[in-house]
């Protein structure tokens, strides 16, 4: 088993470009999550899919947007990336949203110049 | 507001010794509390759950307490060794609102052979 897959690993965009960070998961779980993590800031969760076929915001969703492709697939999308959003992303998944252990992806790093 | 709090100075312990970390929280009432270890470029991955009603839990040379009146966790690494240094994790179950989890910022542990 792979796990959490993200790809890609790292990105450079210039202000205004758009990317779709993928990720996929092999573990048959139900709940995905997209995270990123910046200096002095924790983990903060952006979007999450509590079961295949919904999504829901987090902390921080303002500038991005998901789409829970199938059971494996969640995928994070920047329409119009800006500086403030350079960070390393991580997506992980859990069995359920309640009570579960997550599983974490290797991450993506992005500079938004 | 809620908040998390984990010592962001980083913990320096020599070998053998026994490393103590600390997570703090405030407006919360928490059913359960994950401890996670994170390595530079590398997404976290799970060590231990302690429940609200368990004062504490073991795995090998790791333990992990948990005192909801004092609203704090003790994350102990007894015997520590080189190979433990890494950041360490704490992470909350919100028990309402629309997303369950909030992780504090961690603590970054080096352990000196």
């Known amino acids: 088993n792979a796990g959490v897959t993200q790809t890609p690993k790292f990105q450079v965009l210039k202000t205004g470009q758009s990317m779709t960070l993928q990720c996929a998961q092999d573990m048959n779980h139900n709940s995905m999550y997209w995270y990123r993590q910046d200096p002095g800031m924790g983990l903060r969760l952006i979007y999450y899919s509590a079961s295949e076929g919904t999504t829901d915001k987090g902390e921080v969703p303002n500038g991005y947007n998901v789409s829970r492709l199938n059971k494996r697939e969640f995928s994070l999308r920047l329409e119009s990336a800006a500086p403030s959003q350079t960070s390393v992303y991580f997506c992980a998944s859990s069995l359920l949203q309640t009570q579960e252990t997550q599983y974490f992806g290797p991450g993506t790093r992005l500079l938004v110049l | 507001s809620q908040k998390i709090e984990q010592n962001s100075e980083a913990l320096n312990i020599q070998e053998g010794k026994t490393a103590t970390l600390t997570c703090n929280y405030t407006n919360y009432s928490p059913a359960y509390l994950q401890w996670y270890r994170q390595d530079p470029g590398r997404g976290p991955v799970f060590l231990l759950l302690?429940?609200?009603?368990?004062k504490e839990k073991r795995k090998e040379r790791l333990k992990v307490t948990f005192d909801t009146t004092l609203k704090q966790s003790l994350f102990h690494i007894t015997a520590s060794q080189p190979a433990d240094s890494a950041t360490y994790l704490c992470?909350?179950?919100?028990?309402?609102?629309?997303?369950?989890?909030?992780f504090g910022t961690g603590t970054r542990l080096k352990v000196l052979a």
């Open positions: 302690i429940r609200e009603n368990e």
């Open positions: 992470a909350l179950d919100r028990t309402s609102g629309t997303y369950k989890y909030i």
